[in-house]
């Protein structure tokens, strides 16, 4: 079932709270209309958070590093260019190596060591909402932090922080031809990734991951194919605004609920007040 204009509504009590409108019959008409921009505000607020779970979910699906998916906190080495048959991440470059990893910086930061290079290779470092946090490109060691974390680092390293908890890193590493691939694996090969408290010598052994069938998906199409239920549930690093939106919904009383539904109905049923 996908997500409709229709199934908005369904979330409207929900968005009422939020607003903090008290609805009785004779309002109905009005805030049907603001329920329905809030709601529809509301998704389009939540869409890269889900998004963007929902690739890491496919991303590290999986025991150990492969060229297309690692655990968390592990580079995940393309090998070769990407072609049409690559579905987690939609218009890849025809003449790029992507080297991807999908941090989770909750607990420390995590180093990015990134390398000497002899072509265009550079680090594009996303927060869960998918804005570009920095792009690292001068040579060196990167400790990319979440934003609250107090702690201090070792002389050299450049502190990069993120608002979220969740990081996705992007390398894009030219590629001049087919004979070209073992200069872009052995670049690959000097970049470095680990927790803060590894650096500088290394984890002995990268900590295995998990894999689930169920978790085997196309992330855009496993996003627009949730219910309402299921998107605002969906295990996204959520803000705080959207956990108050679903608090204030247990606030509303009964009769606030009977107005809602109605208006739902109404709405559903085609009929505008």
């Known amino acids: 079932m996908k997500m409709t204009r229709r199934d908005f509504l369904k979330l409207s009590s929900a968005a009422a709270a939020a607003c ?28 890269p958070l889900v998004l963007v779970d929902a690739t890491k979910t496919v991303s590290t699906n999986t025991k150990t ?33 992507y080297t991807q990893a999908w941090l989770d910086v909750s607990a420390e930061p995590q180093i990015y060591v990134v390398p000497e290079a002899d072509r265009f290779f550079n680090v594009q470092v996303l927060d869960a909402w998918t804005n570009t946090a920095a792009v690292l490109e001068a040579p060196g060691a990167y400790a990319i932090a979440y934003s609250s974390w107090e702690g201090t680092l070792p002389e050299g390293v ?9 990081v ?21 090969g000097r970049m470095q990734l680990m927790p803060l408290s590894a650096y500088p010598a290394g984890l002995a052994a990268a900590p295995e991951g998990s894999y689930s069938p169920e978790n085997d998906f196309v992330p855009v199409q496993k996003v627009l194919a949730m219910t309402p239920q299921e998107f605002f549930d969906a295990d996204a690093e ?3 605004e959207l956990s108050k939106l679903i608090s204030d919904l247990k606030k509303l009383n009964k009769r606030q609920l009977e107005n809602i539904a109605d208006i739902v109905n109404d709405l559903a049923n085609g009929n505008r007040r």
């Open 20 to 47: 903090g409108v008290t609805l009785l019959p004779a309002q109905k008409a009005d805030a049907a209309s603001a329920i329905q921009t809030l709601l529809e505000e509301a998704y389009l607020y939540a869409f």
């Open 65 to 97: 590093a492969s060229a297309s998916r690692a655990p968390v906190n592990q580079f995940i080495h393309a090998r070769k260019l990407l072609d049409a048959s690559s579905r987690t991440v939609v218009s890849p470059n025809v003449d790029t190596i």
């Open 158 to 166: 450049r502190r990069i922080d993120i608002p979220t908890r969740t």
């Open 168 to 188: 996705w890193t992007i390398a894009r590493i030219m590629l001049s031809g087919p004979d070209d691939l073992p200069n872009v694996a052995a670049l690959q």
């Open 238 to 240: 959520q803000p705080k």
